[in-house]
């Protein structure tokens, strides 16, 4: 069973704000939500996790409601580099990571 | 610091051959974890090593082993190659075990069947 659900892909020109939306309905009380990049022949590249209300580093943004059902990464300012896979994750501690199928993230000059 | 490396980059191997692929973790980590990756089925999990124990394993036939050794590097080995088999095999180091904890990607190793 699947842990989480994602679009299957969008797409945003560049300088756009981007919203990518995660339904991780049977979220466990410990479980953190995570998510990771992914580019074309890498392997994936952590971007940010959280556990609830709002994180913000660097590069994304990290929102999670109250019931922590969804969470949505908010990418500022999009360039034509952050055409990627975008993985969310939800589990913790001793569990592994499992990745669903992504969304493709693709960038429009 | 160095990144997770994972040797070789490429492997091109006949059906019923076996492969052996070997990741270096980064300096101080001491989980290592392997996954494959093909377009079909995207990324799935096939085991994680923690201290030279296996701690999780993904549903890959027995096929598919691994190990750790005491300076952390992984291997993994698959024995009689299917054309299934052809994948990117991507391994991750990160300070301790668990989906919790930020995991650092390699590379990874393409390996093609034939």
């Known amino acids: 069973l699947a842990k989480t659900t994602q679009p299957i892909s969008m797409d945003s020109y560049e300088g756009q704000e981007v919203n990518i939306t995660c339904s991780h309905n049977n979220i466990a009380t410990n479980d953190y939500i995570t998510w990771y990049q992914q580019f074309p022949s890498q392997g994936p590249r952590f971007i940010i996790q959280g556990y609830k209300t709002k994180v913000t580093n660097e590069v994304a943004s990290l929102f999670i409601p109250a019931d922590r059902k969804s969470s949505t990464l908010s990418l500022p300012r999009v360039s034509l580099s952050d055409t990627a896979v975008y993985y969310c994750?939800?589990?913790?501690?001793?569990?592994?990571?499992?990745f669903g199928t992504g969304t493709r993230l693709t960038i429009i000059p | 610091k160095a990144g997770v490396t994972q040797t070789p980059r490429y492997l091109i191997k006949t059906r019923g051959q076996q492969v052996t692929l070997s990741c270096s973790p980064i300096?101080?980590?001491?989980?290592v974890s392997w996954y494959q990756q093909t377009p079909g089925q995207g990324l799935q999990f096939l085991f994680e090593?923690?201290?030279?124990?296996?701690?999780n394993k993904g549903n890959f036939p027995g096929r598919f082993s691994g190990r750790q050794f005491s300076n952390s590097r992984s291997e993994m080995n698959v024995s009689t190659l299917e054309l299934g088999d052809s994948a990117l095999y991507l391994c991750a180091s990160s300070l301790v075990a668990g989906a919790l904890y930020e995991q650092y990607f390699g590379p990874g190793t393409r390996l093609t069947v034939t």
């Open positions: 090593y923690f201290s030279e124990t296996q701690r």
């Open positions: 994750l939800v589990g913790f501690g001793n569990e592994k990571l499992t």
């Open positions: 300096s101080g980590h001491r989980s």
